[in-house]
């Protein structure tokens, strides 16, 4: 299994992102801190088979979004996002 | 279910079981069934090495309980009124657009519907009959079929991956007013999500899921 099998998108972990924001978070719009770039959560390329899951940006690859949850807690790094517009 | 506030097509929820020692095992499904529906169901594909869909198909029985978070999602939904529909299903990707198809026929809309649909075999196909009856419905969705590994004897249907020229001719030109769905394993995705671009739909109409590893 390569890279390509791995590959999600911001759809697969709606769940989790309800989770973390209290509310639908994958039609939010998503601003990338490295190029710029705006589109939906569910349009982010997700990577959710390591022990954290990763957030990237389809246009350029930047990491958006860590997060790693264990137990109780739970880590959010948003370093790479600029701007994250919830709706609704 | 208690708390289930109804759901949109397309959705999908999250399932968790807990082992008696604690432990939890959680996947995503796509629901089924459309809304107007009085029960909602789930298909789950049963992976030989998976470690949650093996039980939910072989060990569940009627009255058990389970947690079930959701509907989960907002982007890959279709509400009738809202523009014609063109689906492309890899493998059990046709879960949520048969939810589509379903909340269309219950909700009699007469928008176009046309779904490519493509399997391994012919008994990999889901919702063979289901999909049959629809499509010889007044109105009904066009429904075409890809077979890319075994065909019966005398298929007519087509015999490849799916590549731009089928979609041409799944779909026809491009309809500005239409929205593509593609839900399937994720290489299958981005081949026909490529590919549609490359025909000239928009690409803020062309949405897409992707079902990997962690289904099973």
């Not at chain 2, 519907?113 to 493509?118: C, E, G, H, N, T």
Request: proline residues 5%; glycine residues 14%.
């Amino acid at each position: 299994m390569d890279d390509g099998d791995l590959r999600l998108d911001g759809n697969a972990v709606g769940g989790l992102l309800g989770d973390v924001f209290g509310r639908e978070t994958t039609t939010a719009r998503g601003t990338c801190g490295s190029c710029g770039a705006v589109g939906e959560v569910a349009t982010l390329v997700v990577y959710a088979h390591a022990p954290g899951t990763v957030l990237r940006c389809p246009a350029c690859g930047a990491v958006l979004l860590r997060i790693v949850r264990d137990g109780e807690r739970l880590w959010l790094d948003a370093r790479g996002l600029r701007c994250l517009e919830l709706r609704g | 279910m208690a708390g289930w506030a109804g759901h949109r097509a397309g959705q999908h929820v999250d399932v968790r079981l807990t082992a008696e020692d604690g432990y939890q095992a959680q996947r995503s499904y796509s629901i089924a069934s459309a809304p107007e529906d009085e029960r909602l169901a789930l298909t789950v594909e049963r992976l030989e090495d998976g470690e949650v869909s093996p039980f939910l198909v072989d060990e569940l029985r009627a009255g058990d309980r389970f947690e079930l978070r959701g509907p989960i999602g907002g982007y890959f939904v279709w509400e009738a009124g809202s523009g014609p529909l063109l689906l492309a299903a890899g493998g059990s990707g046709i879960v949520p657009l048969m939810a589509m198809l379903r909340h269309r026929a219950a909700a009699g809309s007469n928008e176009g519907a046309r779904l490519l649909y493509s399997a391994r075999s012919f008994d990999d196909v889901i919702y063979r009959e289901e999909l049959a009856r629809l499509s010889a419905a007044d109105g009904g969705p066009q429904v075409a079929y890809t077979l890319t590994r075994e065909r019966p004897d005398g298929w007519t249907g087509y015999d490849r991956r799916v590549d731009g020229a089928m979609l041409t001719e799944a779909f026809g030109p491009a309809d500005p007013a239409g929205t593509a769905f593609v839900c399937g394993p994720t290489r299958f995705v981005e081949t026909v999500a490529d590919a549609l671009v490359g025909l000239g739909h928009d690409p803020g109409r062309v949405k897409t899921e992707r079902f990997g590893p962690t289904g099973g």
